[in-house]
């Protein structure tokens, strides 16, 4: 041990330890000094710049010669979806407080498009969990996840439960970790109720995504189906080209 105390935000990486930090200034404020700045986020000088390259391209920052290192105003969310983050992590990660609002938890018979998803038998009950996320105490994602009952037996999964984090993180708690998703994504326009909840016009372009999360068995136990404010996030995928996929016998 060399005494020296440990700063690190929740996630580990650069780019989620300065993503924390972000999150603690206003739009229009400047970060430290790189050398204050990567003592303080305990990572290296070369680490930090590379982490501050990303947030840059990713618009949450602009770095001016003279001035130093200031926060944006409004970036949006770029969301990569050839990794499988979630909402949580992907807020945090752009500078953001992460929070929800409209928070219920039910235990209940799954529906037959949940059952299908998930490999349920009939009659069988899952929990569904209801809320809007906020970035920065502005609703961007209306979010409905469903899981089978079994995976959490009792009354195991509650509102207070989930406050502060993501569901990935929650289940990850209790030994279920997700190992992929498969996901859809395909525009839809806001109707009375989606438009109440975040707080927009009805006939707001939104973005729905709806994914499929399966364990290390293979066995799928999380169905998600959210809808994101379209002008709040940038969606991208990584694409092989023909030089990337294996020889062709």
Known sequence: MNGKPDRRPPGGSAR??????????RPGERLPAEPRLADELDVSRPTLREALRSA???????RRRGVGTVKTHRPHLTNDLSVNTGVTALIREHGLRAGSRDLSVARREANQVE???LGLGPQEQ???????????GVA????????PAALLPGDELTAQGLTRGSIYGYL???GHEVHHGVASIHPVTAGATLARRLAVKRGTL????VQVDYGVGGQPFLLSIDHHLSDAF??????RGPAASPARQ
Not at 126 to 133: G, Q
Not at 140 to 147: A, K, R, T
Not at 206 to 209: A, S, V
Not at 234 to 239: A, D
């Open 140 to 147: 961007v994602v209306d979010s409905q996840e469903v899981l």
């Open 234 to 239: 940038e969606f991208s995928v990584s694409r």
């Open 115 to 117: 059952a299908e998803r």
């Open 16 to 25: 989620a330890r300065l993503g924390v930090r972000l999150a603690s200034l």
């Open 206 to 209: 939104l973005l729905k995504l």
């Open 126 to 136: 899952v929990w569904a969990v209801d809320r809007v996320r906020t970035a920065d």
């Open 56 to 62: 840059e391209d990713a618009g949450l920052v602009v």
């Open 172 to 174: 990850s708690d209790k």
